[in-house]
């Protein structure tokens, strides 16, 4: 009979291809791509059916699953702790000044283990960005208009780095008028090792946060007392290197509240901003 099926038309009609179910193949032979419901307006074989069953509710994002920040952290924490095995002594000597005035100014220019120093200055940026991200995520919104984290974390962290760039421009601009540039560069590394203990202290209080639930009331708590322990760091060797001999209290105010009360406002402000235009406005 030359209209009976031969034996790969039948054996493709008793097991018909994948494309077949669909009916996305033009090339498919006619019986293939009619059946009972061929004609009906609602059939639409190119779109995929549902899943059986209930969709369940999705797992919540959590900081403590993200593998990324993890590692992040994981990486900070190794690395400060070979900034520390490699520049354990000038950090000792660092702290040593800080309890005893020095006769003379010793900016330290060439010592190696400024580059480790400067890396946790790096790193304290980072934990800053990381613990405002919590701040806001708890307090303000949970729902922004990027999708990954990583990317909030990132503009935090990029406006924090250039907070205390233009921080030390400014320094250096104002003391290099009135005080010397020898004086100008004892203060900018002086200031660079406040921050790293900055960033040290404040490690402890973000692994606390993202693996043991630490309550972000007790952060934020937490946050502010090593803020205003540095402030007093920061005024303290502000009198050691520039206002010592001078002994005029009223300047020491006026130049700290120009460039270290004014700054840290001015970044509040910002970050302030930022996360308004972050976050998703209902």
């Known amino acids: 009979m030359t209209d009976s099926l031969s034996v790969n038309d039948t054996i493709c009609f008793l097991f ?23 004609k009906d307006s609602l059939l639409h074989p190119e779109l995929k059916g549902g899943r059986f069953g209930i969709a369940g509710d999705p797992v919540p994002y959590t900081v403590r699953n993200d593998n990324a920040i993890t590692c992040m952290l994981i990486f900070c924490f190794v690395m400060a702790l ?17 309890l005893y ?29 990381i613990i405002y991200f919590f701040y806001i995520n708890h307090y303000v919104t949970g729902t922004f208009v990027l999708d990954t984290p990583y990317e909030i974390i990132g503009i935090f962290f990029g ?10 421009i400014v320094y250096s601009i ?12 004892h203060w900018i590394w002086t200031l660079t090792f406040i921050t790293a203990l900055e960033g040290i202290a404040l490690f402890p209080a973000v692994i606390l946060q993202v693996y043991f639930n630490l309550p972000m009331q007790n952060v934020v708590y937490y946050f502010i007392f090593i803020l205003v322990l540095t402030k007093i760091l920061t005024f303290y060797k502000c009198w050691v290197i520039f ?19 004014i700054p840290l406002l001015s970044l509040i402000g910002i970050m302030v901003l930022i996360t308004d235009r972050l976050k998703v406005n209902f």
Do not use: W
Request: proline content about 5%; some cysteine; aromatic content about 14%.
């Open 16 to 38: 018909p291809p994948e494309e077949a179910a669909s009916g996305l193949d033009v090339n498919l032979p006619q019986y293939y791509r009619e059946s009972f419901f061929a």
């Open 82 to 98: 070979v900034s520390f095995a490699h520049s354990s002594q000038y950090i000792l000597r660092q702290l040593r000044d800080f």
């Open 174 to 185: 104002v003391n290099n008028v009135f005080f010397g540039s020898k004086k100008n560069r």
């Open 243 to 261: 206002f010592r001999q001078i002994s005029v209290y009223l300047q020491i105010i006026l130049y700290l509240c120009a460039l270290e009360i």
């Open 101 to 129: 005035i020095p006769r003379t100014s010793n900016p330290n220019d060439a010592d190696p283990s400024n580059r480790f120093q400067l890396f946790l200055s790096l790193q304290t940026c980072l934990l800053l960005a």
């Open 159 to 168: 406006i924090i780095i250039a907070y205390f760039i233009a921080k030390d």
